[in-house]
């Protein structure tokens, strides 16, 4: 049931899944499919989805595992529209969601015991010149204003067991920092894919799996270009990104 003139309810690629959204608020995008997809997980066991939103990543982790998954997002509304989707889509038994703060959590979460942590953060430094959208809502999901990278991979270390895994995507420009920070906190970068809008493109998307107490040992898989000429997705992205 939708309840307000904002809210309306999409299908996820592959159409086994529904997700609420409100045009007022931030979305989900290809990004958080395509990190769903990404991450390696176990068929059971436990999943913590850190800045999750409107739940996206977590409905799409559900078709590949039977994990108990947690999502934790800051902003009550997106919490509250995840929390739709999950009972839209009856998966109340696996997903469940924290509104709080990933920089505050404290009982909420099961501290160095989850199997996988993943995360499609906030991308962008708050400067003097660009950080703060009009919309509050919009800002806390796309600059780092509730939490910082550095915040995001040291809770993770944090969050997942010896030998697990943590996953996100970032902005390719960024990757310095990421690996940088990933060696400080104890997870070692073991795979890394970068994702092109088309040939001929410099990557926009990188997404990263690392694994805590890992050993050395990086594997670049294959990139994905996104468009052909125009909009039209290629046969290879297409086949990836709408598979269910």
Not at 88 to 115: A, C, F, H, P
Not at 150 to 167: P, Q
């Amino acid at each position: 049931m939708v309840d307000n003139k904002y809210e309306r309810i999409d299908y996820m690629p592959g159409k086994r899944r529904y997700i609420y959204q409100r045009s007022d608020v931030f979305s989900f995008s290809m990004d958080a499919v395509l990190l769903a997809k990404f991450v390696t997980l176990p068929s059971k066991g436990k999943v913590i989805d850190l800045c999750a939103g409107n739940g996206a990543v977590p409905l799409m982790m559900s078709l590949r595992t039977n994990a108990e998954i947690l999502g934790v997002e800051i902003q009550e509304p997106l919490c509250e529209l995840a929390n739709k989707s999950i009972q839209y889509n009856e998966l109340e038994e696996q997903i469940r969601m924290v509104n709080q703060d990933i920089t505050l959590l404290n009982s909420e979460v099961s501290w160095g015991k989850y199997d996988v942590v993943t995360c499609n953060p906030p991308y962008f430094p708050v400067t003097a010149e660009k950080g703060k959208n009009e919309n509050m809502r919009v800002s806390l999901a796309r600059h780092e204003i509730a939490c910082s990278l550095e915040d995001i991979i040291r809770i993770a270390s944090r969050l997942v067991k010896s030998y697990g895994k943590f996953a996100m995507v970032h902005r390719p420009e960024r990757i310095v920092d990421i690996v940088s920070l990933m060696r400080m906190y104890k997870v070692e970068p073991k795979r890394i894919q970068y994702v092109h809008p088309k040939a001929g493109k410099e990557a926009n998307m990188v997404f990263i799996e690392g694994v805590r107490d890992g050993r050395q040992g990086l594997k670049t898989l294959a990139p994905f270009f996104v468009y052909e000429d125009g909009q039209r997705y290629t046969k290879e992205f297409q086949d990836h990104y709408e598979r269910s």
